[in-house]
Structures are given as C-alpha cells and as structure tokens.
C-alpha cells in the first residue's frame, strides 16, 4: 500500500520559515518523482515544487522561487520542503504527491493528475 504522509504544517508570522516533510512508502516506481502541491480556500490547486529521483532534477513554480527548496533523504524516503520568506499568500493545505518516471518531462512537474498517489494533507498558515 502506497503511504505518502506530510508533516510540519502550522502557524507562522510573516516572514517566518517552515520546513514539511513527506515520508513516502509503499511505491514501486524505479523512477519517480515527488511533488509537493497546495490549495487554498476558494482556489485551484497548484504545483508548488517537485523532484525528480532520476537525475535529482528540482522544479519550482514562480511564485515560491528563490523562498522555497526541495530535497529529498533516499535513506529515510522522506522529501522535504524548505519554506522561508512566508508570505499571508501562501497559506494554504500542502500536499505531497508521487508520480512514476515514464512520461515526465519538465513541462508536466506541476499537473495534479499526473500524480497516482496523494498524501492527505497539511495546513500552512501564515499570519500578516
């Protein structure tokens, strides 16, 4: 059973820094790739970042760049999102999801219905 499970959500003033993490197991993709996702009330979800196992490739949506880092630890199959600089704006529930390598190109990192499985959620909340 594949078991994607996020954690490190919370409250945090402006500016303030937060770092998620998604234990991922289960999953036989050789190749894969993890990406992180948030939705905020009233809003669409979106691709917030992503890593590629193949090649460690990272990839970020304009809107978290140069705030946000993604890394993974192979040894403890967990992914991580490094979170600074918050803004009131990126309150949101995160999500981390998992995807197979085939058919992955950078063009696609940020398409929710690529993934195949969905961790349940975590609630980032950032106070002005």
């Known amino acids: 059973e594949v078991q994607l499970v996020e954690s490190g959500g919370g409250l945090v003033q402006a500016g303030g820094s937060l770092r998620l993490s998604c234990a991922a197991s289960g999953f036989t993709f050789d190749d894969y790739a993890i990406g992180w996702f948030r939705q905020a009330p009233g809003k669409e979800r979106e691709g917030v970042s992503c890593i590629s196992s193949s090649d460690g490739s990272t990839y970020y949506a304009d809107s978290v760049k140069g705030r946000f880092i993604i890394s993974s630890d192979n040894a403890k199959n967990t992914v991580y999102l490094q979170m600074n600089s918050l803004k009131p704006e990126d309150t949101a529930v995160y999500y981390c999801?998992?995807?197979?390598?085939?058919?992955?190109?950078?063009?696609?990192w940020g398409l929710g219905p690529e993934y195949d499985y969905w961790g349940q959620g975590t609630q980032v909340t950032v106070s002005s």
């Open positions: 999801a998992v995807r197979g390598g085939w058919g992955f190109e950078s063009t696609n």
